[in-house]
């Protein structure tokens, strides 16, 4: 189909997920921040080209993320995941593992991680040719420049009925969250979620607000973000070094139909 000039602008700010028209809520640097009439969710434009993806995420660290707290949450998560049947018989991916530590509290030969931007391993996610139990993907679906079709091939190796779980980000939450561009390029609601579900062929079967470990220092710094430093640095509190708080964030499980 061809597109007038005026029809390609449009496409430009259409949703990722229902492909309705956006409205820019903001401006950040070069970038815009667009959200959804209809899901609600909000997205940046232009998004980031493959070289400025491989250029951030070849030294991309999370700061806030220790290791030692990475594994509290992975423990965690994986409680969670055993009310869906999960245990270390199951065959499971994590998708964009980062350093694997979800894997390896898992304890188990049949857990593996993926990572594109990790030195070895598989380049292509469908260079995988068994099929799953679960697929875990933890804060990365924020990350995704093209999550409808990055899932549609996740989907293909997992098995039938087999569940999919993921944190992300999402604008629901009472908890502020910030934008930032080329980091995290889409921000999730409930209807855009189960959107995208429906489009890959999953069903919901839990959507929760997610909680973690965090460092206290860390959480308050977030929280407090838009308070003034000479008042932040006068707050005194008596949290223990690590808290257990609500995140921005949202836990979610769906089932393969
Ligand atoms: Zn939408």
Request: proline fraction near 5%.
């Amino acid at each position: 189909m061809k597109l007038r000039g005026d029809d390609k602008v449009r496409n430009l700010i259409t949703c990722p997920v229902c492909e309705v028209q956006g409205f820019r809520i903001k401006d950040i640097d070069r970038y815009k921040i667009y959200k959804c009439k209809n899901c609600r969710m909000e997205y940046v434009e232009p998004l980031p080209t493959k070289k400025e993806l491989d250029n951030f995420y070849s030294n991309y660290t999370d700061i806030r993320a220790e290791d030692s707290i990475l594994k509290m949450n992975a423990l965690r998560n994986i409680q969670a995941l055993s009310s869906h049947g999960l245990t270390n018989e199951n065959k499971l991916l994590d998708f964009g593992c980062g350093k694997n530590i979800f894997v390896k509290s898992g304890n188990s030969p049949h857990w593996w991680g993926y990572d594109k931007y990790a030195p070895q391993g598989p380049q292509m996610i469908t260079d995988y040719h068994e099929k799953w139990d679960f697929i875990t993907m933890w804060g990365i679906l924020e990350h995704l420049s093209k999550p409808k079709e990055t899932m549609k091939q996740l989907i293909t190796i997992l098995k039938e009925g087999g569940k999919l779980a993921l944190t992300t980000v999402t604008v629901e939450s009472t908890i502020p969250y910030q934008h930032k561009p080329l980091e995290h390029l889409m921000y999730w609601t409930r209807v855009s979620i189960e959107k995208l579900f429906e489009l890959i062929g999953l069903k919901v079967k839990e959507y929760i607000p997610y909680w973690m470990f965090q460092k206290s220092d860390i959480y308050l710094s977030l929280v407090l973000r838009t308070v003034p430093e000479e008042i932040k640095s006068n707050i005194y509190h008596k949290l223990p070094e690590v808290v257990f708080v609500p995140t921005n964030e949202i836990f979610v499980v769906g089932e393969k139909l």
